[in-house]
């Protein structure tokens, strides 16, 4: 009885991961999309150039725009007005000091929204800068902070794994 149970469990949990995962399909290529744009602008904040970050926070916006709102939780589609809100204003101006200031918002809404669905692609560093007291994204663990454009200033406080496909 004991065993048909922890077999019933077992049936129970497989169906609800595999259905989970089906359901998180139509939003694995859109947030990835989503994440490469963000890569885009975070080396353009990088860089320090505002007019370069104020383009690819426009195609960050479109990308955004794109994610299917279908299977997504409550809490999780309540971020997507929050990354639209960021990007949007980085995108109206090419003050870099401001940019700077909505993208520390945007990259802690885009975390829990990758941190939550679990479809990224690749493997994220959720990075600290320690001077600006900001977090980012990156997709190494030694990228150049978005914040002060420098090398070495931010430490990994958390890697994201690349989905199992």
Do not use: W
């Not at 918002?105 to 994220?124: C, F, G």
């Amino acid at each position: 009885m004991k065993t048909l149970k922890i077999t019933a469990l077992f049936l129970a949990m497989t169906v609800t991961s595999i259905l989970t995962v089906k359901a998180r399909s139509p939003q694995a290529k859109s947030l990835n999309t989503v994440i490469t744009n963000y890569m885009a602008l975070k080396d353009a904040l990088v860089g320090g150039d505002g007019t370069v970050a104020e383009a690819k926070a426009k195609t960050l916006l479109a990308s955004i725009g794109e994610l299917p709102k279908a299977g997504l939780s409550t809490d999780e589609a309540a971020l997507l007005p929050k990354l639209e809100f960021d990007s949007r204003h980085i995108s109206e101006v090419n003050k870099i000091a401001h940019q700077r200031e909505h993208f520390a918002s945007l990259s802690n809404n885009l975390y829990n929204l990758v941190k939550r669905l679990k479809v990224n692609n690749t493997v994220l560093y959720r990075q600290y800068c320690t001077m600006t007291k900001a977090y980012y994204l990156s997709e190494t663990d030694k990228g150049k902070d978005p914040y002060m454009g420098m090398s070495n200033c931010s430490k990994v406080t958390e890697t994201l794994p690349a989905a199992k496909k």
